[in-house]
Nanobody
């Protein structure tokens, strides 16, 4: 599988920006799909954004226009640029990697990085 290490989280004021990074232990070109999910206290983990090996992206409808996912194949890293942050964006953000297998998807997760939006 793959090891994923997130970084870039922290405390930011409402309206601010953060860029999260997810560094993979293997060549990300070999990963069918990578994504960012988040989990707020007392809530289920939810999709934020995903990007395929071909560069196609999709986002949670509520986050379109504020968040942007991108990838740098040379650095084996996926990014999540978050702008106009709101207190409700406070959560642990997790990176994941999905591999297509004959039996379905094989998924790996990072350990998560905390994002806190507060004044």
């Amino acid at each position: 599988q793959v090891q994923l290490v997130e970084s870039g989280g922290g405390l930011v004021q409402p309206g601010g920006s953060l860029r999260l990074s997810c560094a993979a232990s293997i060549n990300i070109v070999s990963i069918n799909r990578m994504g960012w999910y988040r989990q707020a206290p007392g809530k289920q983990r939810e999709l934020v954004a995903r990007i395929t090996s071909g560069g196609s992206t999709n986002y949670a409808d509520s986050l379109k226009g504020r968040f942007t996912i991108s990838r740098d194949n040379a650095k084996n890293t996926v990014y999540l640029q978050m702008n106009s942050l709101k207190p409700e964006d406070t959560a642990i953000y997790y990176c994941n990697a999905d591999f297509i297998r004959p039996y379905g998807w094989l998924t790996s997760w990072g350990q998560g990085t905390q994002v806190t939006v507060s004044s």
